[in-house]
């Protein structure tokens, strides 16, 4: 069975911390996919992120990082310097192939909730 | 840029109406998902379809039916909606690369249904 598990429900900080979201997975596919989204108050979801099974590099762009780890099914966001822009639902997914073999079927993690306090 | 448009952004409808949610996308993309969006519950499938007239039962189908006549539209319908199908509806799309090769889904705003 596939699974995102998210334990952290919110968060808040001041600006200018550095926060981290964290996200565990659970596939028994040696082949998928995970991403990050982010959900402003507006509601639309914007994606952040594709990393396949295959690259454990980690990654930065900006202010954003993630760090993926197979050995511990994780797939950890941080975010340096955070800014009041930032307050959002960040949602991690896994993508798993379904019906006609490319079909990314995400299942979504519950969600956190960050709030930046200026 | 991708564009996902859901007909509605908020919607209040009667307990036992028909309801129809429209998603219209246009970037042909052959995959295209519901999902509803429940506080501690994040985004549960309920049908995607990966082709015209093709459709699949996501996690939660139950109270729900989908059509898919045309590629770039995919509605979700409640036969006879009640009130814990009041919820935030989001349609998405994506690409078909290759197989096994999953890319990113793109949302549509959202719609606030209230069914009472």
């Known amino acids: 069975a596939q699974k995102v598990t998210q334990a952290q429900t919110e968060i808040s900080v001041v600006e200018k911390e550095d926060v981290t979201l964290d996200c565990v997975y659970e596939?028994?596919?040696?082949?998928?996919?995970l991403f990050w989204y982010k959900q402003p108050p507006s509601g639309e979801l914007v994606f952040l992120i594709r990393?396949?099974?295959?690259?454990?590099q980690n990654e930065i762009s900006g202010r954003y990082s993630w760090n993926f780890q197979k050995s511990t099914s994780s797939f950890n966001f941080t975010i340096t310097a955070s800014q009041v822009v930032d307050s959002a639902v960040y949602f991690c997914?896994?993508?798993?192939?379904?019906?006609?073999?490319?079909?990314?079927?995400?299942?979504f993690g519950t969600g956190t909730l960050l709030a930046v306090q200026p | 840029d991708v564009k996902v448009t859901q007909s509605s952004r908020y919607l209040v409808k009667r307990t036992g109406e028909k309801v129809f949610l429209e998603c219209v996308q246009d970037?042909?993309?052959?995959?295209m998902f519901w999902y509803r969006q429940d506080p501690g519950l994040g985004l549960r499938l309920i049908y995607f379809?990966?082709?015209?007239?093709?459709?699949e039962k996501g996690d939660i189908p139950e109270g729900y039916s989908v059509s898919r006549e045309k590629k770039e539209r995919f509605s979700l319908i409640l036969e006879s909606a009640s009130t814990n199908q009041t919820s935030m509806y989001l349609c998405?799309?994506?690409?078909?690369?290759?197989?096994?090769?999953?890319?990113?889904?793109?949302f549509g705003q959202g719609t606030r249904l209230t069914v009472v």
């Open positions: 596939t028994r596919d040696t082949t998928y996919y």
């Open positions: 379809s990966y082709d015209v007239k093709m459709k």
């Open positions: 998405a799309s994506s690409l078909i690369v290759r197989r096994r090769m999953n890319t990113e889904a793109f």
């Open positions: 970037m042909d993309h052959e995959n």
């Open positions: 990393r396949n099974s295959f690259d454990e």
């Open positions: 997914a896994l993508s798993v192939t379904g019906y006609g073999g490319a079909t990314n079927k995400l299942i």
